[in-house]
């Protein structure tokens, strides 16, 4: 069924009772060319891509939970293309040009809002390092504009000005960068895929992955062995065990990071914001919450909750960037298990087993990668070649030296 304003009003005349399920509900087959483990953003996206781009059909995601229960439903939802390292930039830049065409490419409504985001500096070291990033931005295709303090005063009135320990000196605006309705972009890519013949099957963990001579042949599942011709491992906090299953050893630490929102208020913070000097951000969602968050609890876990110092930093922050933040009542907190690398940057590659393929490594920033994940992703199992705009996420890098490392903090997981 396809969907459009005219769809809504003829089923609204109809009492609604002609919608269909978004997607189908298939036992799974005991063979296919292509398994994907994961049914996150990631894991959904390259099924599509690999459906539309590349004219593959007979392809199974395999979940665990339900489609969407992962990280791909737990993050805050920013969108933006503001990477400064080439290899990150353009793969971030290809990644912000999909989102912009993702709701008529899907038929499907994600929310997409570039409502513009801006990340604030406080000390002339700062406003050099994002004026080289503006620049690298702007190199890149994509936009960036530096402000000066009066420049965000004019944006953001509701900051505290006057504070005297982190003053605001202005910050890098990003007109394209904002915000989408997280499991939206799961379900409209698990339609996707579905319409075009992709089985999505929930509540299926992968239990094992078959290796003869080298070569992968398949998983074992809850739900019964699956031959595969290849499979992709596309497990996010879980990478780590899932490659373990064929004998793996990640170069990725799991940790937890933390997010929070409020009751529901009156639109009051039109932008996404980025404090600079304390790891703080903030949106206002569509519901009108203010969804916030802050750095990873900083210990490895694979628990999808946080601990309260974390809360009392990521409060703090708030209250000293905004204090009328103070007066909104906090309803929810939640966490999610981030597939943390040495250097910040993800792994898209294939891996010394024929057939077997790598996708992970995407920290806490892989929401906005989705759309460029699943299309290079798909890419690669599809020709054997990575995608121009990803062929620096290797996984030897880690061997080799190769790192991409965007923040410039050194090898260690849970600094990035
Ligand atoms: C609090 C928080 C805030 C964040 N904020 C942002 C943000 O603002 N912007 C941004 O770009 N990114 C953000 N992120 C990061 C982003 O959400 C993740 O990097 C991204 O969602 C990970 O990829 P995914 O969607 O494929 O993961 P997931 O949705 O976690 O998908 C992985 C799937 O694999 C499944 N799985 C695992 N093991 C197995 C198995 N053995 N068999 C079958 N299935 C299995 C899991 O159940 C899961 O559904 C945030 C994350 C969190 C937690």
Not at 367 to 377: E, L, Q, R, T, Y
Request: proline share 4%; glycine share 14%.
């Amino acid at each position: 069924m396809r969907y459009s304003g005219l769809r809504v009003l003829y089923e609204g005349l109809r009492g609604n009772r002609g919608w269909t399920p978004a997607w189908r509900d298939p036992a799974p087959r005991p063979d296919y060319d292509i398994v994907i483990i994961g049914g996150g953003g990631h894991g959904l996206s390259t099924a599509y891509y690999l459906a539309r781009n590349h004219g593959l059909r007979n392809i199974a995601v395999l979940e665990k939970g339900y489609l969407g229960g992962g990280n791909v439903g737990r993050n805050t939802t920013i969108v933006r293309a503001n990477y400064f390292l080439p290899g990150n930039s353009e793969f971030y830049s290809h990644s912000l040009k999909l989102w912009e065409g993702l709701e008529s490419d899907l038929n499907y409504n994600v929310m997409h809002s570039q409502r513009g985001l801006i990340n604030l500096f406080h000390s002339d070291g700062q406003r050099d390092a994002f004026a080289r990033r503006g620049n690298a931005m702007v190199n890149q295709g994509d936009d960036a504009i530096l402000l000066d303090r009066e420049g965000v005063r004019e944006l953001l009135p509701y900051l505290d000005y006057e504070q005297t320990r982190f003053p605001i000196y202005g910050g890098l605006f990003h007109p394209r960068g904002g915000t989408a309705r997280h499991d939206a972009v799961a379900w409209g890519y698990a339609r996707g895929a579905d319409r075009l013949g992709v089985d999505l099957i929930q509540n299926c963990e992968v239990t094992g992955i078959d290796v003869e001579n080298g070569r992968v042949t398949g998983v074992q599942t809850t739900r019964g062995a699956i031959r595969a011709g290849k499979v992709a491992m596309i497990a996010a906090g879980r990478s780590g065990q899932v490659a373990a299953m064929a004998g793996m050893r990640l170069p990725v630490e799991s940790h937890v990071l933390q997010a929070f929102v409020t009751e529901g208020l009156k639109p009051c913070i039109d932008h996404v914001i980025s404090f600079g000097m304390g790891h703080f951000y903030i949106s206002q969602s569509d519901k009108g919450g203010l969804v916030f968050g802050g750095d990873l609890d900083f210990y490895a876990s694979y628990a999808a909750r946080g601990n309260l110092p974390m809360v009392e930093h990521v409060m703090e922050a708030g209250m000293t960037l905004m204090p009328m933040i103070g007066r909104a009542r906090v309803l929810r907190s939640w966490g999610g298990i981030m597939d943390m690398t040495p250097d910040g940057s993800p792994i898209i590659d294939r891996t010394h087993i024929e057939g077997l393929y790598l996708n992970c490594g995407w920290n806490y920033g892989g929401f906005k990668a989705v759309p460029a994940s699943g299309w290079c992703m798909a890419h690669l199992m599809a020709t054997d070649q990575p995608h121009e705009v990803a062929r620096r996420f290797r996984l030897d890098r880690f061997a080799t030296g190769h790192l991409l490392d965007e923040e410039g903090t050194g090898s260690q997981h849970n600094l990035h």
